[in-house]
């Protein structure tokens, strides 16, 4: 699944995604992940933070919280600076922080490597 307000961002991870074979679900507010999730068990979450009404932090507390979705990998593709504040404050919540700008071959070895933990875990 990915949750982002910003369509292209969206399709520009479906497409990467889906050449290698991983359907993808693309939502772009957090209120309409949070519903979709009562639904369906993506393997894997990639969201920014930088949105509203409901922000990106505020969406991974929300799945890291609920028994139905805490196990979920969550990947954040952001902007923005992780500081230490918010490693302090949502580190546990999140398997890697993907800062902008990247290569499709790093964006995909980072999604390879978190489904593989993550299975691997189970």
């Known amino acids: 699944m990915v949750v982002n307000d910003d369509p292209e961002i969206v399709e520009l991870y479906r ?3 889906e050449q290698q ?3 993808v ?7 309409d992940a949070l519903t ?3 639904e369906i068990n993506p ?3 990639i969201t920014n933070v930088a949105r509203s009404p409901m922000d990106g932090w505020e969406f ?4 890291k919280t609920n028994p139905l979705t805490k196990d979920i990998p969550i990947i954040v593709s952001s902007a923005q600076t992780y500081t230490q504040e918010k490693q302090r404050k949502y ?15 790093q964006f995909i070895n980072l999604v390879r490597r978190v489904l593989e933990k993550h299975t691997f875990q189970q």
Do not use: M, R
């Open 36 to 38: 979709i999730l009562n």
């Open 25 to 31: 679900i693309g939502v772009y507010t957090s209120y």
């Open 91 to 105: 580190g546990k919540y999140i398997e890697e922080y993907l800062q902008l700008v990247f290569t499709p071959n």
């Open 21 to 23: 074979g991983y359907a």
């Open 15 to 17: 497409l990467i995604l």
């Open 60 to 63: 991974i507390t929300n799945c």
């Open 43 to 45: 393997d894997l979450i």
